[in-house]
């Protein structure tokens, strides 16, 4: 496992904080309660364990098969269903979204290989990431990937803790399958919107993982 590039400066931050408050904690607190003292001692160390994880890069044998669109994130798949675009396609696509908690592994990967022909970024709101309109409300970061059996368009989407979206998918630039293209801070969610007739292989409620998880295949 490795920690991911974004959370570099958060974590050194982190430590800097949780440091200077347990030096403050251990000289000042310790001598009027020992019991208190460490309760803060262990919240804090819990806090700054619970960032180092949050931006991990687990170790996993990525999926590689040009006939599966994989999930690019780690989650919950919790919409399936036929919807109209709202940016770049004229027509009917399936939406499949998963839904990431804070305590999911962050980094988003391409569902396919492909070359990047769009690339959008969206101000807004920051509602739930499951609430129905947050994939036309929220600040998301709409791209799509093209390849020879068609399009994909992705959106990253803010949620209500997630406040900086990551995207490394300039227009033009070519990917291989589940190649890392963006990172999302704190709860979020990804959307993919599909063509009409792909063959769908979750359904709602399923636990996915990034780069390994097979949703759909063309």
């Known amino acids: 496992m490795t920690i991911h590039r974004e959370g570099t400066a958060t974590i050194a931050l982190i430590a800097f ?6 030096l403050i904690n ?11 003292a460490w309760a803060v001692f262990v919240i804090t160390v819990a806090f700054f364990l619970f960032i180092v994880s949050f931006f991990r890069m687990p170790n996993r044998v990525l999926t590689n ?5 994989v999930s690019p994130a780690d989650g919950k798949v919790v919409v399936i269903e036929e919807v109209m675009p709202d940016e770049f396609y004229k027509e009917p696509r399936i939406q499949v ?11 988003n990967r391409l569902p396919v290989a492909g070359t990047i022909i769009y690339n959008q970024y969206h101000p807004g709101k920051f509602l739930v990431a499951w609430h129905p309109k947050s994939s036309t409300d929220n600040e998301r970061w709409s791209v799509v990937v ?3 059996k068609g399009t994909i368009l992705l959106k990253q989407i803010a949620g209500a803790l997630a406040r900086r979206i ?4 300039a227009v033009g630039t070519s990917f291989n399958q ?5 990172f999302i801070k704190f709860g979020s969610r990804v959307d993919l919107l599909l063509p009409i007739g792909t063959d769908i292989q979750c359904k709602i409620g399923d636990v996915v993982k990034g780069g390994v998880t097979v949703l759909a295949k063309w």
């Open 17 to 22: 904080v949780v440091g200077i408050l347990n």
């Open 26 to 36: 251990f000289s000042y607190l310790f001598p009027i309660s020992a019991l208190l």
């Open 65 to 69: 098969d040009p006939s599966a669109i």
């Open 97 to 107: 979204s998963v839904f990431m908690s804070p305590a999911n592994v962050h980094v």
């Open 146 to 148: 093209e390849n020879e």
């Open 166 to 169: 990551c995207n490394y998918a």
């Open 178 to 182: 589940c190649d890392e293209y963006g």
